[in-house]
């Protein structure tokens, strides 16, 4: 079973960056699929962004392209969101989730299909 531990978050102004990462321990890095999913006060909890076990592919979600890159280093046990070019409705708290999937090519979106998540680390944009 893995563990999954978020940070990198913060308050930051609009057109602020940070990187987000997720430290995996516990289980077999390379064999999981990673996501990124947020959740503000009073939303349920969207999709954000997922990288295929390999790092061939990726995905995310339209309100966050071109803004937010998903990456993994699977020696290192680690996934990273950089998150650039904030905006007040990016905040949130942003989670790593993890799937167990067979093949090196898929790429997770729905929460359901994630086994495993951290316990999310805050980001807050002020405007």
């Known amino acids: 079973q893995v563990q999954l531990v978020e940070s990198g978050g913060g308050l930051v102004q609009a057109g602020g960056s940070l990187r987000l990462s997720c430290a995996a321990s516990?289980?077999?890095?390379?064999?999981?699929?990673m996501g990124w999913f947020r959740q503000a006060p009073g939303k349920e909890r969207e999709f954000v962004s997922a990288?295929?076990?390999?790092?061939?592919?990726?995905n995310y979600a339209d309100s966050v392209k071109g803004r937010f890159t998903i990456s993994r280093d699977n020696a290192k046990n680690t996934v990273w969101l950089q998150v650039n070019s904030l905006k007040p409705e990016d905040t949130a708290l942003y989670y790593c989730a993890a799937d167990p999937v067979g093949n090196n090519w898929y790429v997770p979106v729905r929460s359901y299909e994630f086994n495993y998540w951290g316990q999310g680390t805050q980001v807050t944009v002020s405007s």
């Open positions: 516990g289980g077999s890095f390379s064999t999981y699929a």
């Open positions: 990288i295929s076990r390999s790092a061939t592919f990726t």
